[in-house]
């Protein structure tokens, strides 16, 4: 199995942890907040839509157009996110427009969907970008409709500069924890390398390179119960030394008889490797760690002493 540093761990760990982070807030930010801002956005404009509509009654039943374009020219002079205003007869035909070159087909035609409240809401692609396009009845539809038009490219920005601050706020996290995260490998694992080369070393027979750390958590009690190990085994070697020690000393002296020794058939001496013949008793005891005591057995006794034992006489040694 390959070797994989705590360090990098915690590297591949941090890595992982952050972009996991970046990309969920990512996706909120392009999902849940986009959607929150264009429902204000929708608000807005139906309240902005409403308060036009309102405006241009008298002036559309009364044909004055101009006055309805002034409107509609001021709106787009207050307010930023409108692109477009129209009105439309309860037939379909133009009556007030803000577009230069006159009303698109496609525009026109666009039906946005009915809400319960008689405005209908669309979001449309232009060649200026998403639009929000917002209709709103004029006397409920019976002099036509009024549609506004609602730029999305500000939310489109916004969320942009949603989404860049949290790349900004990612990689700034992800650089304190990278200097983090390799201090705080270090810090666990200088003690871990001085562990492990300690235990090389115990591997190797070498037992003197104790292992110093002075940090009261795991490590250190790792590192106390590997030299707790280291001192037990020395310990252990010393009193096999001992022992061995104490073995060679006794097996040195003991002399061990071996082979044949010539001894005389009659007087039971031994011819030594010098040619002398000696007492058994004294041969044995300078080849071995045997002394000897003299006595009498029962047969010699009465061979040597008839008048004190007789022929019945004792039967124990003296």
């Not at 308060?51 to 374009?69: G, L, M, Q, R, W």
């Not at 010539?262 to 004294?282: A, M």
Request: include cysteine; aromatic fraction near 8%.
């Amino acid at each position: 199995m390959p070797f994989r540093s705590i360090r990098r761990k915690f590297l591949v760990s941090l890595v992982a942890a952050t972009s996991f982070f970046a990309l969920a807030m990512i996706v909120f930010a392009e999902t849940v907040i986009r959607r929150m801002l264009v429902t204000h956005l929708q608000e807005k404009g139906l309240a902005i839509a409403r308060t036009v509509a309102a405006d241009s009654v008298n002036p559309i039943i009364t044909e004055h157009y101009f006055e309805v374009a002034m409107a509609f020219h001021d709106l787009r002079e207050a307010e930023e996110d409108v692109l477009y205003a129209f009105v439309l007869d309860e037939n379909g035909r133009e009556l007030v427009h803000t577009f230069a070159g006159g009303l698109s087909t496609e525009l026109k035609g666009a039906q946005p969907r009915r809400a319960a409240n008689g405005t209908r809401t669309i979001e449309l692609q232009t060649d200026r970008g998403p639009v929000l396009d917002i209709s709103v009845p004029l006397l409920h539809g019976q002099i036509g409709w009024l549609r506004l038009g609602l730029s999305t490219a500000r939310i489109r920005h916004q969320v942009n500069g949603i989404v860049l601050l949290i790349v900004l706020f990612a990689a700034a996290t992800f650089a304190v924890g990278v200097a983090a995260a390799v201090g705080f490998a270090r810090v666990i694992t200088r003690p871990l390398l001085s562990l492990t080369r300690a235990a090389e070393a115990f591997g190797r027979g070498d037992t003197s390179q104790p292992v110093v750390i002075d940090s009261q958590d795991e490590v250190g009690k790792l590192a106390g119960v590997f030299n707790a190990m280291v001192a037990s085994r020395l310990s252990v070697e010393e009193e096999r030394e001992v022992l061995i020690e104490e073995l060679r000393r006794t097996l040195g002296e003991v002399k061990t008889l071996r082979g044949f020794l010539p001894i005389c058939s009659s007087c039971k001496k031994i011819r030594s490797d010098q040619g002398y013949w000696q007492q058994i008793e004294s041969y044995i005891r300078d080849h071995s760690q045997a002394e000897f005591s003299h006595g009498l057995c029962p047969d010699c006794a009465r061979t040597l002493y008839p008048e004190i034992l007789g022929p019945g006489g004792g039967s124990h040694g003296t």
